[in-house]
C-alpha cells in the first residue's frame, strides 16, 4: 500500500478547510492554493516514477482488504490526469489573482476552487465506484456554488439548467448503481471486473451499462450537450477555464474507466455506441464553432468537439486509439484552459465579445495575439504542438478498427475547428484596430504570466512528446489489460 495515493484528494481538502476558517486572509488563501497544486503536482510526479518502476500504486483505507474496504488506485492514466489538473489548476488560480475581483475572493472562491479539484482528483483516483459518486457530487457541489459566484442575472439564469441536468444524472448514477450491485454483489470496480467476467455481459447488464453511458454523457457533454455552452459561457475567466479543462474530463474517465474495466465484453455494441456519439457530438460540436460570431460560443462548442475527439479514439479501443485519446485528453485539458484565458482576457479589453465589434488588436497586444495564434493551431492538430500527435493516434485508430467513418468524421471536424479559430484570430487580432489604450476597458496586468505558462506546456507537449511516449504507452496498456489493474488491487489474491 502506498499512502501518497490519497493526498492528491487530501491535500486540497484540508488546504479548502484553512482558508474557509480564515476567511478574511486573503493573501493566505492565494499562497495555499498554489502551494497545495504545487505539492499535487510533485506527488504526481513522484507516483508516476513509482508506477513505471513497481506498477499500479494503490491504497486500502483503514486496513481492509479489498473489496470491503476503500480503494484508492494510482495507475497512469488517472496520475497523469492529476498532473495535469495541477498544472492547469496552477495556471487558473494564478490568473484569478488580477481578474476574479475581491468581493469574489472574500465570498469563498479559493476553497470552492480546492474542494472542486478534491473532487476531481479523487474521481480519477477511486477504486469504488460508489465513491466515484461521491466524488463526482463533491466536485458538482463546488461548481455549483462557483457558476453562480457573483450573482449576476447572467449566471443565476444559467445555472438553474445546470444544475438540474447535473441533478437528474446524480439521480439517474444511482438507479444504475442499485442495479448493479443487485446484479454483481460489489461496488469496488476490480472486483466488478471479475464478477462480471464471471455472470456474462448479458442483456440485463449490457442496459445497466447503457444507463451508465447515459449518466457519464450527460456529465461529459457526449452528444447531450446541450446545457454546457450556456453553462461555461457565464461564469468569470478563471472559472470558466477550470469547468472547460476539467469538468468534463471527468466524465470522459468515467467511460473509459468503465467501459475498459467493467463493460468491455460486448464492444460491438457499446463501443459501437460510444463511437456513433462521438460522431454526432464533434459533428453537431463543429458546426457551432463555425457558426456562432461571439467568441464565448466559439470556444464553448469546441469544448464540446474535443469530447467527441477524445471518445472517438476510445470507441476504437485498439492500443493506438487509447494512446491518441490519453495523449489528446492531457492535451485538450491544457490548450482548453489556454483558450479560455485568452478569450477572457479579450473580454476583459475590449468589453465585447462579439466578432464584429473588434479589429487589430494584435497591434496593442502583440504577445497575447501569438499565444492565442499557438492555442489556435494547437487545438486544431497543427504540428509540431500537443493537438497533432494526438489527432494522429485517434484517426489511426479508428482506421484500424475499420471505423473509417469515425476517422473520417473526426479529420472533417478538425477542418472545420481551424477554420473556426482562424475565423477568431483574424477577427479580434487582424487588421485596423479599432481599440487604442485609453478606450480599452481592462489591463492584461498580472494576466499574461499564467496564459503563458499554458503556452509553453502546449508548445512542450508537442516538443517533448517522444519524453511522453513511454507513460502513455504504458497508460494504453493498462486500459486494454484490465487483469493488471485487478491483480494490483487484490495483490495477486482473487476473491
Given at each position: 500500500?502506498?499512502?501518497?495515493?490519497?493526498?492528491?484528494?487530501?491535500?486540497?481538502?484540508?488546504?479548502?478547510?484553512?482558508?474557509?476558517?480564515?476567511?478574511n486572509?486573503?493573501?493566505?488563501?492565494?499562497?495555499?492554493?498554489?502551494?497545495?497544486?504545487?505539492?499535487?503536482?510533485?506527488?504526481?510526479?513522484?507516483?508516476?516514477?513509482?508506477?513505471?518502476?513497481?506498477?499500479?500504486?494503490?491504497?486500502?483505507?483503514?486496513?481492509?482488504?479489498?473489496p470491503?474496504?476503500?480503494?484508492?488506485?494510482?495507475?497512469?492514466?488517472?496520475?497523469?490526469?492529476?498532473l495535469?489538473?495541477?498544472i492547469?489548476?496552477?495556471?487558473?488560480v494564478?490568473?484569478?489573482?488580477?481578474?476574479?475581483?475581491?468581493?469574489?475572493?472574500?465570498?469563498?472562491?479559493?476553497?470552492?476552487?480546492?474542494?472542486?479539484?478534491?473532487?476531481?482528483?479523487?474521481?480519477?483516483?477511486?477504486?469504488?465506484?460508489?465513491?466515484?459518486?461521491?466524488?463526482?457530487?463533491?466536485?458538482?457541489?463546488?461548481?455549483?456554488?462557483?457558476?453562480?459566484?457573483?450573482?449576476?442575472?447572467?449566471?443565476?439564469?444559467?445555472?438553474?439548467?445546470?444544475?438540474?441536468?447535473?441533478?437528474?444524472?446524480?439521480?439517474?448514477?444511482?438507479?444504475?448503481l442499485?442495479?448493479?450491485?443487485?446484479?454483481?454483489?460489489?461496488?469496488?470496480?476490480?472486483?466488478?471486473?471479475?464478477?462480471?467476467?464471471?455472470?456474462?455481459?448479458?442483456?440485463?447488464?449490457?442496459?445497466?451499462?447503457?444507463?451508465?453511458?447515459?449518466?457519464?454523457?450527460?456529465?461529459?457533454?457526449?452528444?447531450?450537450?446541450?446545457?454546457?455552452?450556456?453553462?461555461?459561457g457565464?461564469?468569470?475567466?478563471?472559472?470558466?477555464?477550470?469547468?472547460?479543462?476539467?469538468?468534463?474530463?471527468?466524465?470522459?474517465?468515467?467511460?473509459?474507466?468503465?467501459?475498459?474495466?467493467?463493460?468491455?465484453?460486448?464492444?460491438?455494441?457499446?463501443?459501437?455506441?460510444?463511437?456513433?456519439?462521438?460522431?454526432?457530438?464533434?459533428?453537431?460540436?463543429?458546426?457551432?464553432?463555425?457558426?456562432?460570431?461571439?467568441?464565448?460560443?466559439?470556444?464553448?462548442?469546441?469544448?464540446?468537439?474535443?469530447?467527441?475527439?477524445?471518445?472517438?479514439?476510445?470507441?476504437?479501443?485498439?492500443?493506438?486509439?487509447?494512446?491518441?485519446?490519453?495523449?489528446?485528453?492531457?492535451?485538450?485539458?491544457?490548450?482548453?484552459?489556454?483558450?479560455?484565458?485568452?478569450?477572457?482576457?479579450?473580454?476583459?479589453?475590449?468589453?465585447?465579445g462579439?466578432?464584429?465589434?473588434?479589429?487589430?488588436?494584435?497591434?496593442?497586444?502583440?504577445?497575447?495575439?501569438?499565444?492565442?495564434?499557438?492555442?489556435?493551431?494547437?487545438?486544431?492538430?497543427?504540428?509540431?504542438?500537443?493537438?497533432?500527435?494526438g489527432?494522429?493516434?485517434v484517426?489511426?485508430?479508428?482506421?484500424?478498427?475499420?471505423?473509417?467513418?469515425?476517422?473520417?468524421?473526426?479529420?472533417?471536424?478538425?477542418?472545420?475547428?481551424?477554420?473556426?479559430?482562424?475565423?477568431?484570430?483574424?477577427?479580434?487580432?487582424?487588421?485596423?484596430?479599432?481599440?487604442?489604450?485609453?478606450?480599452?476597458k481592462?489591463?492584461?496586468?498580472?494576466?499574461?504570466?499564467?496564459?503563458?505558462?499554458?503556452?509553453?506546456?502546449?508548445?512542450?507537449?508537442?516538443?517533448?512528446?517522444?519524453?511522453?511516449?513511454?507513460?502513455?504507452?504504458?497508460?494504453?496498456?493498462?486500459?486494454?489489460?484490465?487483469?493488471?489493474?485487478?491483480?494490483?488491487?487484490?495483490?495477486?489474491?482473487?476473491?
Amino acid at each position: 500500500m502506498n499512502n501518497l495515493v490519497i493526498l492528491p484528494l487530501v491535500l486540497p481538502v484540508m488546504a479548502g478547510m484553512i482558508m474557509v476558517i480564515l476567511r478574511n486572509h486573503i493573501r493566505l488563501h492565494r499562497f495555499l492554493s498554489l502551494l497545495t497544486t504545487t505539492l499535487v503536482g510533485i506527488v504526481s510526479l513522484v507516483l508516476m516514477r513509482q508506477i513505471q518502476a513497481a506498477g499500479i500504486q494503490t491504497l486500502q483505507l483503514g486496513g481492509w482488504e479489498a473489496p470491503f474496504g476503500i480503494s484508492f488506485v494510482a495507475d497512469m492514466v488517472a496520475i497523469l490526469l492529476v498532473l495535469v489538473t495541477a498544472i492547469v489548476t496552477f495556471c487558473c488560480v494564478s490568473y484569478a489573482f488580477s481578474s476574479i475581483g475581491s468581493q469574489r475572493e472574500r465570498h469563498y472562491f479559493y476553497p470552492l476552487s480546492q474542494f472542486l479539484i478534491a473532487g476531481v482528483n479523487g474521481s480519477f483516483l477511486t477504486g469504488d465506484i460508489f465513491n466515484l459518486f461521491v466524488c463526482f457530487e463533491v466536485m458538482l457541489v463546488a461548481s455549483y456554488v462557483l457558476i453562480t459566484l457573483g450573482g449576476t442575472k447572467l449566471q443565476l439564469r444559467e445555472s438553474i439548467p445546470y444544475i438540474l441536468i447535473n441533478m437528474i444524472s446524480s439521480f439517474l448514477f444511482l438507479i444504475a448503481l442499485a442495479f448493479l450491485y443487485r446484479l454483481t454483489g460489489t461496488l469496488n470496480l476490480a472486483h466488478l471486473s471479475v464478477r462480471v467476467a464471471e455472470i456474462g455481459q448479458d442483456g440485463l447488464m449490457t442496459a445497466v451499462a447503457f444507463l451508465f453511458l447515459i449518466v457519464f454523457s450527460l456529465k461529459a457533454g457526449l452528444f447531450l450537450f446541450f446545457w454546457l455552452p450556456g453553462s461555461y459561457g457565464t461564469p468569470p475567466t478563471a472559472i470558466a477555464a477550470l469547468f472547460a479543462a476539467l469538468l468534463t474530463k471527468v466524465g470522459i474517465y468515467a467511460i473509459m474507466r468503465l467501459f475498459s474495466l467493467v463493460f468491455y465484453h460486448e464492444p460491438e455494441v457499446t463501443h459501437l455506441l460510444i463511437g456513433v456519439l462521438a460522431a454526432v457530438t464533434m459533428l453537431l460540436g463543429a458546426m457551432g464553432a463555425v457558426a456562432f460570431g461571439d467568441i464565448k460560443g466559439i470556444l464553448t462548442y469546441n469544448v464540446v468537439v474535443g469530447v467527441g475527439f477524445i471518445l472517438a479514439g476510445f470507441a476504437s479501443f485498439t492500443e493506438t486509439g487509447l494512446r491518441g485519446s490519453i495523449y489528446y485528453l492531457a492535451h485538450d485539458m491544457i490548450v482548453k484552459a489556454l483558450l479560455f484565458l485568452l478569450g477572457g482576457t479579450i473580454l476583459h479589453l475590449t468589453g465585447t465579445g462579439k466578432l464584429k465589434d473588434m479589429s487589430g488588436l494584435i497591434r496593442l497586444h502583440p504577445q497575447l495575439g501569438w499565444m492565442f495564434f499557438v492555442a489556435a493551431l494547437s487545438i486544431s492538430g497543427i504540428p509540431p504542438l500537443s493537438g497533432f500527435l494526438g489527432k494522429i493516434f485517434v484517426t489511426e485508430g479508428t482506421f484500424r478498427a475499420g471505423y473509417f467513418w469515425l476517422g473520417g468524421i473526426g479529420l472533417l471536424t478538425s477542418l472545420m475547428v481551424l477554420y473556426s479559430m482562424l475565423k477568431l484570430f483574424m477577427n479580434v487580432f487582424w487588421g485596423y484596430t479599432n481599440f487604442t489604450e485609453e478606450t480599452e476597458k481592462g489591463t492584461t496586468k498580472g494576466l499574461l504570466l499564467p496564459i503563458a505558462l499554458l503556452t509553453a506546456c502546449t508548445i512542450a507537449l508537442g516538443l517533448g512528446a517522444e519524453g511522453l511516449h513511454g507513460v502513455v504507452d504504458l497508460a494504453a496498456a493498462g486500459l486494454l489489460d484490465p487483469q493488471t489493474y485487478i491483480e494490483a488491487v487484490f495483490q495477486e489474491r482473487y476473491p
